[in-house]
């Protein structure tokens, strides 16, 4: 797997997945600065086939519209958040960047684990709420978009419209059943290893003895 990861508007990572040939990429969170994320398809060849969105909030999302009528590429988010698309109070354009935004392009709903496939790429997509009721992270053979459910050390926040600590406490322990030695790429911040996560993230320490 090709990755490229980019940091977009205020803190976003945005990543692109590639096979090694295939010609064809995956971009998770395009969360503004289009025009970059475009520049680097260029600049690798690369014909994208899915645009994810871990969960609907503007800073995920702020480029679907862009990448999808340039490329022509399917937009994809859970259920859970589709709503989020059109409501600017929250999908947080208006409450954090004063930006009253909807999504006009159509997107596709992804419901648990679900598989999309790109040549020998396979992801596998779980729902994992918390953060939003739609929010998914993505398992990549031994790699995880977590996108705000899991960071370096910390977790997303709940305190926002739709939010529910109860919930991402339940999908951190989903992805605490996952092998130590998956790499976390968050949504915001450094990579981790999970097990690194599960040994020093006061959130994830206390649920690994729990789980059965």
Do not use: W
């Not at 490229?4 to 590639?18: D, F, W």
């Not at 909030?57 to 989020?84: F, M």
């Not at 993505?138 to 978009?145: A, E, K, Q, R, S």
């Not at 305190?159 to 991402?168: F, N």
């Amino acid at each position: 797997m090709i990755l490229h990861r980019l940091v977009v508007g205020p803190s976003t990572n945005c990543y692109i997945l590639a096979p090694p040939t295939a010609g064809q990429a995956v971009v998770i969170d395009p969360g503004g600065e289009g025009g970059r994320i475009l520049g680097i398809l260029k600049a690798n060849a690369l014909k994208v086939k899915y645009i994810i969105n871990t969960h609907g909030h503007y800073d995920h999302i702020a480029a679907d519209d862009e990448l999808a009528q340039v490329t022509g590429a399917p937009i994809y988010i859970h259920a859970g958040d589709v709503g989020l698309l059109g409501k600017p109070e929250e999908n947080l354009s208006l409450l954090f960047f004063g930006n009253s935004f909807t999504l006009s392009s159509p997107v596709m709903e992804l419901g648990n684990d679900q598989i999309l496939e790109l040549k020998d790429l396979r992801l596998k997509v779980l729902h994992t709420p918390g953060h939003t009721p739609g929010s998914i992270s993505i398992l990549v053979g031994d790699n995880l978009f977590t996108g705000d459910l899991l960071f370096k050390g910390s977790v997303g926040r709940t305190d926002l419209p739709g939010s529910s600590y109860k919930a991402l406490m339940g999908s951190l322990k989903k992805i605490a059943t996952l092998p130590d030695s998956v790499k976390v790429y968050p949504g915001h911040g450094p990579e981790t290893i999970l097990g690194e996560e599960k040994k020093h993230n006061p959130f994830l320490r206390g649920l690994c003895g729990k789980i059965n």
